[in-house]
Nanobody, 121 residues
Framework: VQLQASGGGLVQAGGSLRLSCTAA????????IGWFRQVPGSEREFVAV????????SYADSVKGRFTISRDNAKNTVSLQMNSLKPEDTAIYYC???????????????WGLGTLVTVSS
């Protein structure tokens, strides 16, 4: 499955952004999709993951209550709604495909190119 993240941009602290992850391939609905973020020079950080059918979700503590992950398998899309953004949310955001509710980026098999989110104070 081929993935592409989009929707990043510049936003002020307290604002919102909605990221999208679109996929090519008929097997999209078989995969759990996760979002990660990375600041240059730092480890890739888990943000959220959603089950293949969209019935289950898991979030990093740092984004719980502010971010919401959802998916539309008919449109081969996973979204990440980000509210109450903070400067520390600034990073390149990536979506990736896996087979379980994993927070370890090494468990993900397919990655899209990232999209940059910048939150100004």
């Amino acid at each position: 499955v081929q993935l592409q993240a989009s929707g990043g941009g510049l936003v002020q602290a307290g604002g919102s952004l909605r990221l999208s992850c679109t996929a090519a391939g008929r097997t999209f609905s078989s995969y759990y999709i996760g979002w990660f973020r990375q600041v240059p020079g730092s480890e890739r950080e888990f943000v959220a993951v959603i089950g293949a059918s969209g019935g289950g979700r898991s979030y990093a503590d740092s984004v719980k209550g502010r971010f919401t992950i959802s998916r539309d398998n008919a449109k081969n899309t996973v979204s990440l709604q980000m509210n109450s953004l903070k400067p520390e949310d600034t990073a390149i955001y990536y979506c990736a495909a896996t087979t379980g509710y994993y927070s370890d980026y090494t468990r993900y098999d397919y990655w899209g190119l990232g999209t940059l989110v910048t939150v100004s104070s």
